[in-house]
């Protein structure tokens, strides 16, 4: 059964990829599962129909059949598990790259997300120029930790997994702060994920949605 997830109707970041709608597009072309994109206002997701779906009213949610998901770990790693291609067959090897995935939401994203928090939402108070530097730091200390990890691996344990998917993902929100661009082993590491041929058809695919409604994003 084709899956459907949802979208937003019109993306902030004007067809950047950073929407977290990319990560589920991008497992979902790892596995080669075609999936059809519903795409929602902010309106609209705020609504009773919505938040039968999602109980946060955001973006994205995944359903398949009778089944209906949210939140783009528990979505990328129900991917992984029906599909052959994102996590790997060894027990052992699976549970480690899912530990990366809950690294990736749970310990390295949180801190990018206080940059996102201070950068936009909080841009005009008056604590946000002295409170800056401090986000930075704290994504310093948490990335510093990451790249000497990787160390010159190409990915985080392995071959390829969804680990990976969702490291690069979080890891993509960083590159307008020029904090990866500190790191040369994870830009690379980015880069690798961006050059993998799913992630250019999430990327494209997405792209067409976004882009002409905001030919200056
Ligand atoms: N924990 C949830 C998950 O991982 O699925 C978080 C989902 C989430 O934050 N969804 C966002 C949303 O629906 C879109 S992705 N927001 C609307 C709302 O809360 O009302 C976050 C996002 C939005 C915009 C950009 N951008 O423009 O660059 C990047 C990421």
Known sequence: MTPTITAFERSPDGGKGLARDTRVRWALE?????????????QAMKQPAHLALHPFGQIPTYQEGDLALFETGSIVLHIAGRHAGLLPGDADARARAISWMFAAVNTVEPPILELVTARIVESDKPWTKERLPLVMDR???????????????????????????????VLLRLRASGILDEFPNLS?????????????????????VNASKHPTG
């Open 139 to 169: 994504i310093r200390d948490r990335v510093k930790q990451l790249s000497a990890r990787l160390g010159d691996a190409d990915w985080l344990d392995g071959a390829f997994s969804a680990g990976d998917l969702m490291m690069v993902s």
């Open 188 to 208: 690379a590491y980015v880069a690798r994920g961006e050059a993998r041929p799913a992630y250019k058809r999430a990327f494209d695919a997405q792209l067409v």
């Open 30 to 42: 790892e596995v080669g599962q075609p999936y059809a994109v519903r795409l929602v206002s902010f």
